[in-house]
């Protein structure tokens, strides 16, 4: 069965569907047989207004936000989780719905017809890239949003985001300070230009030139099997990194695991630190060893962004608020002293030694 629409009901009265609307709204004067000819027809038709629209044609709030998290896998880590669940508690506690949206990395069709049906208030954009479309969309659309990261120029951008750079730059000086001379990064593969990914990058580079370190890049997909195949390629050069540093608790377990095959020991052999959030300690090597790692505070970020974003709403305000989360560098069992036998040899020439 069709629905009813104002254009059914301004046609049966006939008059025209703003002077039906104004009649629902009452936003302004009609005259009582105007008013009483269309409730007549309401009444005939059933007709149910929608006050979604009626509100947002008004100018008022849906007390809707929406998080947004591209999906570069179909896969939501531990610390995504955490960002997702403390926004949410934030939106509720001030008697907003949260919806969280997501859509396929680079594909971000479905999240523009959100954008431009008008039922969210405003917006927290994860996975944020540096150059990224959804802030030109954000701004054509007139909607509030926060970013949750950085883009390459934020000039008149809100956002709240980790100062990534100082963590990564906390864990190389700590595995200078063990002896390491040699150390490898594990970016993810495709990751184009993200912003967090490249701020890693840049700044495990820089400072490992800072304190004498050989940096190495060993991109791996986002999985075990992944963090394997990377260790094990690693494994073949001529002079094998004696530390590692990596983004998340699964490719840390893929490198326990893979190490553990080879017969080498963390920390003994091999120093490893992680990245990720402190209300989830990481454990790797069926929870033996407890992970060193980056703490990005997900649960601080979150709950700013969210608050952020609230407050722009209430006071439609059009300041603009930046703000950076210091990481914390959190040391577990996984870090120790660069083994002096271990530098320079073949890890083959190792094991026939």
Not at 32 to 54: K, W
Not at 142 to 168: H, K, M, Q, T, Y
Not at 178 to 195: N, Q, T, W
Request: charged share 20%; proline share 3%.
């Amino acid at each position: 069965m069709k629905r009813v629409t104002i254009a059914d009901i301004a046609a049966r009265a006939g008059v025209s569907k703003s002077t039906v609307s104004h009649a629902l709204s009452g936003k302004r004067t009609i005259s009582l047989a105007t008013q009483s000819r269309i409730h007549a027809v309401i009444d005939e038709v059933g007709y149910r207004p929608n006050m979604m629209a009626q509100r947002l044609a008004g100018g008022g709030h849906a007390r809707n936000i929406g998080l947004v998290f591209p999906l570069s896998t179909l896969l939501i880590a531990g610390t995504e989780t955490e960002f997702i669940v403390n926004a949410a508690n934030a939106a509720n506690a001030a008697d907003y719905t949260f919806l969280l949206l997501t859509h396929l990395e680079g594909n971000t069709t479905q999240f523009e017809r959100i954008v431009e049906s008008k039922l969210v208030d405003g917006f927290i954009l994860m996975q944020v890239h540096m150059h990224d479309p959804r802030v030109e969309l954000m701004r054509r659309e007139r909607i509030p949003f926060i970013l949750l990261g950085r883009c390459a120029n934020n000039d008149g951008l809100s956002f709240v985001d980790v100062d990534i750079e100082a963590g990564v730059a906390d864990a190389v000086a700590h595995l200078a300070q063990l002896g390491h001379r040699k150390v490898a990064y594990l970016p993810f593969i495709d990751e184009g230009d993200f912003g967090f990914a490249m701020r890693v990058r840049t700044s495990f580079h820089t400072h490992c030139l800072q304190y004498g370190i050989t940096p190495v890049i060993k991109q791996c997909s986002a999985t075990r099997a992944g963090a394997e195949a990377a260790f094990d390629d690693l494994l073949c050069e001529k002079e094998r990194p004696s530390a590692l540093l990596v983004r998340s608790e699964t490719i840390a377990e893929g490198i326990g695991r893979s190490a553990a095959k080879h017969g080498l020991q963390i920390p003994t052999d091999l120093s490893l630190i992680g990245m990720g959030s402190a209300s989830n300690p990481m454990y790797i090597q069926q929870g033996t060893l407890r992970l060193s790692w980056i703490d990005i505070r997900a649960e601080t970020l979150a709950v700013t962004a969210t608050r952020f974003l609230l407050a722009h709403l209430e006071s439609n305000g059009t300041d603009v608020k930046q703000c950076l989360v210091t990481p914390q560098l959190v040391l577990g069992d996984s870090c120790g002293i660069a083994s002096s036998t271990s530098i320079g040899i073949p890890f083959q020439d190792q094991l026939r030694g």
